[in-house]
């Protein structure tokens, strides 16, 4: 039945078909469905219900009707029964038992199962089948829900494949979009199967968008097609069962018919996947890139890379756990969980590792692009060194887990980033030297062959810097001098084709809830790195935080998780000349064992509070791979050879400064602001007055929109093995921990391997 009630003389009027009513005498009329069961109360329902059986108009209805049930009540009654989705028209189709289930289909569905069933009749359907997948089978699917096939273009195309990375299918995509024609895609091959998404050209995502969520997830494929100089998806072995192939088509099908018929729901853009393994069905959500190639304007990040980074108030709203944000770590789970998963997402997975103590609350969200090197050694770095989250609490460390995944996958090259050819010499006072940034020493380039056959990929010295060279350069704001500046891009986005003189890595990179919120973390990061650069390198003893003092339950708790380990826990204050509170979380095992097993975390923070959370959350987050047993092959070289060595008495620069009292929570005079805009403008003012720049690139991915930024401040030091003379050296003797700058061979020679 159509909204309004049908008149005298028309169609004929009945429950749903699939609805089944039994009447409880005095009790009520029960109408049982597939998805459970309705109660309709009141004696003239009871009287009604047994005429609603599809056979009567309602000319009919009012002259079959108990005496006391006046046509007035019993046109109220049919309203009502209609509003509720309970009673409907019937018109006058084949009543044999495959046609009434269909029909009863298009009621359960909402439709209205005449116009459904015309709707799919005498639509056509196109079917494009790639490589060995069986065309005919995918026919006789669809006339099986009497779908008409069509060998020339169709209302909707059905296209079965492989591999949804298939090459063919970018051109199927283009003529689709062209056309304006929507098309469904299916995998019906593999243990795994898939069904969707429909694309649509004008409205939603393009195949392009698809194919790139899918290619990042794919990275070790990728990875071998490339070295192998091949294009595409990798050949996989037939794998499959009759059965399984029949139910991914059968299921195809049903979409197909239903997308006919007219219904449209958001998981129709996501991709159906069967595991026949497991049983386990999953839905991925496909979500159009606005910066796409095939649908969407290209343009859009390189254009936002040359407008100003504009900063603007933004009150604090979360002031616990590891920082002050503008918005709550359950805020940002909840607004951006869709980037979560296996196919599709932009992070793989968050999930907790599983070893050690839950109170570590270390969660991993996929490989870290960062880590990336050459050949296999690279490929298995990146994908064994996962990015993660640490926090004081699992929530925390979720959100933290996800923003620095987020924070990688930005960070990425994809084509699409703002770039300007040119050397150096030639850009002007456009241009900043890399050296500013980079910090090699003249002499770490002399050694740098047998430096990196040595150390891990994060060590890697680059080749000298050639100011005539021509390479792409990328812009930044520069919040100091209100202008656009210039760095190599290479420097700037992880996996760009560039000279061997500029490398990338992460310092600098945060993701926030707000563009502040990012710059903030961004700034933080790199003055922790600097101060604890500035300590590890010249081994100066610094005074310990008196852990007592923070009356923080959290704290003492971990001290007790960490002594039930049989392990110690002690805090070191390094801040250094900038002024915001710097701290390193040790721990070390304590007995007679052969090893130490020092590691650390490390913490900055304008509020001494939170940089100690951190410091003690990173040493948290690093944990398991210290829990019995420790398998020193899973660690990187320059880690390895720590583990295997170092003992707190040969490095007594590890243990609080015995000669100066431990310093108190008080001791940096911290005044707590509700901006934090007011917090990175007193960061880059201490920078300022120090001769130093503060400069912003904004990653943010139009189809991620979680805000990332790069931040970088020229002159402030890497805590990985960057030896240049600068802050380096000077800083220790402007804080009288050393009465001489240390000489280049009297630095430490381990590199810091965080």
């Not at 968008?209 to 990875?223: Q, T």
């Not at 958001?266 to 393994?277: A, F, V």
């Not at 002024?579 to 007679?592: I, L, Q």
């Amino acid at each position: 039945m159509r909204p309004e009630l049908a008149e005298p003389g028309e169609q004929r009027i009945g429950f749903k078909r699939h609805l089944r009513p039994q009447i409880v005498q005095g009790e009520a009329v029960y109408l049982f469905g597939e998805s459970g069961v309705t109660a309709i109360a009141g004696t003239h329902v009871e009287s009604l219900a047994p005429l609603l059986d599809g056979t009567r108009d309602l000319a009919a209805l009012l002259r079959d009707v108990p005496a006391d049930l006046t046509a007035d009540k019993v046109t109220r009654m049919l309203k009502r029964l209609a509003a509720a989705g309970l009673i409907g028209s019937r018109g006058t189709e084949d009543g044999s038992a495959t046609t009434e289930a269909s029909l009863a289909y298009w009621d359960a569905a909402g439709l209205d199962p005449a116009d459904a069933v015309a709707a799919t009749t005498t639509s056509l359907v196109s079917v494009v089948a790639i490589g060995d997948v069986d065309r005919n089978a995918l026919v006789e699917a669809l006339h099986r829900n009497g779908l008409t096939v069509t060998s020339g273009s169709g209302d909707l195309t059905v296209v079965a494949c492989a591999d949804y990375l298939a090459p063919e299918l970018r051109d199927i995509d283009a003529a689709h979009r062209a056309a304006g024609t929507p098309w469904l895609l299916v995998k019906p091959v593999g243990a795994q199967v898939c069904v969707g998404p429909f694309f649509t050209p004008g409205d939603g995502p393009c195949w392009r968008c698809l194919a790139i969520r899918l290619s990042a997830n794919r990275k070790a494929e990728a990875h071998v097609r490339a070295r192998c100089g091949q294009s595409g998806p990798a050949p996989r072995p037939a794998i499959g069962l009759p059965s399984l192939q029949a139910t991914a088509l059968d299921i195809a099908s049903v979409e197909a018919t239903k997308w006919l018929a007219g219904i449209r729901h958001e998981t129709q853009r996501g991709i159906w996947n069967y595991d026949s393994l497991t049983m386990n069905v999953t839905q991925h959500e496909v979500r159009r890139r606005p910066q796409c190639h095939g649908c969407g304007d290209p343009g859009i990040v390189a254009r936002r890379a040359f407008e100003p980074v504009e900063l603007t108030s933004r009150m604090k709203r979360s002031c616990e756990g590891g920082g002050h944000r503008s918005s709550s770590p359950q805020e940002v789970l909840d607004t951006y969980r869709h980037l979560i998963g296996p196919v599709t997402g932009v992070v793989r997975e968050i999930r907790r590792n599983g070893r050690g103590p839950a109170f570590f609350n270390s969660f991993v969200s996929g490989s870290n692009v960062a880590a990336a090197g050459e050949g296999v050694e690279g490929l298995r770095s990146s994908l064994r060194a996962d990015t993660g989250g640490k926090g004081v609490t699992p929530l925390d460390a979720q959100v933290g887990a996800l923003c620095e995944a987020v924070e990688r996958r930005c960070g990425t090259f994809f084509g699409e980033e703002a770039r300007v050819s040119g050397s150096y010499s030639s850009l002007g006072d456009l241009a900043i030297h890399p050296g500013t940034v980079q910090q090699y020493h003249p002499r770490q380039f002399a050694d740098r062959a047998a430096w990196n056959a040595d150390h891990s990929a994060f060590q890697h010295v680059t080749t000298p810097f050639d100011e005539d060279e021509v390479m792409d350069w990328s812009p930044l704001w520069s919040l100091t001098e209100q202008r656009h500046k210039l760095l190599p891009t290479g420097m700037l986005y992880f996996g760009v084709p560039c000279p061997p003189s500029v490398a990338s890595d992460s310092n600098g990179c945060a993701a926030g809830s707000s563009l502040e919120d990012a710059v903030l973390q961004g700034l933080l990061e790199l003055v922790e790195r600097d101060a604890v650069a500035i300590w590890w390198y010249n081994r100066t003893p610094v005074p310990g935080m008196d852990m007592d003092s923070f009356h923080d339950p959290w704290i003492s708790e971990l001290r007790d998780v960490h002594a039930a380990l049989g392990r110690e826990v002690w805090l070191l204050d390094v801040t250094a000349d900038l002024g915001v509170p710097t701290m390193v979380a040790v721990s070390r095992r304590t007995g007679d064992g052969p090893r130490e097993d020092i590691m650390f975390g490390c913490g900055a923070h304008l509020d001494p509070r939170i940089a100690a959370r951190r410091a003690l959350a990173e040493l948290n987050q690093c944990m398991p791979s210290m829990c019995e047993p420790v398998d020193l092959s899973l660690l990187d070289v320059d880690m390895r050879r720590w583990m295997e060595t170092v003992r707190l008495a040969e490095h007594p620069w590890l243990a609080p400064d015995p000669s100066v009292p431990a310093h108190d929570v008080f001791h940096h005079g911290y005044v707590h602001r509700a901006d934090l805009a007011d917090d990175i403008r007193d960061i880059q003012s201490t920078l300022e007055a120090k001769g130093m720049e503060v400069l912003v690139l904004d990653q943010t991915r139009p189809d991620v929109g979680l805000p990332v930024v790069r931040v970088v401040v020229p002159g402030l030091r890497h805590f990985w093995s960057r030896l240049a003379q600068g802050r380096l050296y000077e800083v220790p003797v402007q804080l009288g921990r050393l009465a001489r700058p240390r000489r280049y061979e009297e630095l430490n020679p381990i590199p810091l391997f965080m």
